[in-house]
């Protein structure tokens, strides 16, 4: 059990200035200059393009799985004017499965807005990628800060639960991003503008190696000395109970398995090819009318269904 004085300790810290902040920005910096992942798309060679496409691929997917088809994406599409040719279709079908195929069409139309409002560049300007489709204010920070170097607040699920264990003192932030979070991203950020650009991307591998979700592994950690929760006595979680994600049995599941079948075929595929991948006739057709929904299948005149050509 954490004791009074700890916990005071911890509201102590929750409540310093933005000036204390500062200790933390060197030895974070320091520990991703020795443990940062080589990652393709932190590489000089992969460009705001290529940030960009991996800023869409691993929302919500991890890196173990985005990495292939990364690699295959920016082969077969290294600029935005090349994916843009294609059919948003052809895009879904390159998606695969990493999950969450709306992301493929919202990419998609990324590189058209990107090619004719751009001249085929990814915009430097933080409101210019804020205005592109599909890309929020996550995103347009982020491709802004790890593409261009600038100074933004970039909070993923990683950087948030780094700020509310080593500066607020609780175990997890809130289920979704607050108010309170964003003044406090703000307030970390270095003043530099480069130094404020690694250290977002410092902070953010250091919640994906080190302060992860489950197995926090403080020994390791180069902010240990000044971490709130930890002071604490790392007390237990008190908000919301944490739900996990489930897959087997839901309509996600039947979804993925009908857009399997469609990325398969070369031809549209009628709608006994679609029966055979799930039993149960009312959510197949539930999760069916859904991917219709979302733009990922167009409905043919004859009974059959492709992948969208426009």
Not at 244 to 255: E, I, P
Request: positive net charge; charged residues 20%; contains cysteine.
């Amino acid at each position: 059990m954490p004791t009074a004085l700890a916990a005071d300790r911890a509201d102590s810290r929750a409540a310093e200035g933005p000036s204390s902040h500062g200790r933390l920005h060197s030895p974070v910096i320091a520990w991703f200059e020795a443990h940062a992942r080589d990652l393709p798309w932190r590489r000089p060679d992969a460009g705001p393009w290529g940030v960009m496409v991996s800023e869409f691929m691993l929302q919500q997917t991890p890196v173990a799985r985005v990495l292939p088809v990364y690699e295959q994406w920016v082969a077969r599409w290294p600029r935005p004017a090349d994916l843009a040719k294609e059919a948003p279709g052809e895009a879904v079908r390159a998606w695969g499965r990493l999950g969450y195929p709306r992301r493929a069409l919202r990419l998609h139309g990324a590189a058209v807005a990107i090619t004719e409002r751009h001249g085929g560049d990814v915009p430097t300007q933080h409101a210019q990628l804020l205005a592109l489709p599909g890309i929020g204010e996550y995103t347009a920070a982020a491709v802004a800060s790890f593409a261009y170097g600038q100074r933004h607040a970039v909070l993923d699920t990683n950087v948030r639960r780094v700020f509310a264990r080593a500066v607020t003192g609780v175990q997890y932030p809130p289920n979704a991003t607050t108010a309170a979070e964003r003044k406090l991203a703000r307030a970390l950020l270095p003043e530099d503008e480069a130094t404020a650009a690694r250290w977002a991307a410092a902070s953010m591998e250091l919640g994906a190696l080190v302060c992860t979700a489950k197995n926090e592994d403080c020994g390791r950690c180069p902010i240990a000395a000044h971490c709130a929760w930890l002071t604490a006595g790392k007390p237990a979680h008190k908000g919301p109970a944490r739900r996990g994600q489930t897959y087997a049995g839901t309509d996600r599941q039947v979804r993925g398995k009908l857009l399997a079948v469609l990325r398969e075929a070369v031809t549209p595929v009628p709608q006994s090819a679609l029966d055979r991948v799930w039993d149960e006739p009312v959510q197949r057709a539930r999760a069916l009318d859904g991917l219709v929904a979302d733009g990922l299948v167009e409905p043919l005149p004859d009974g059959c269904y492709r992948l969208p050509l426009t």
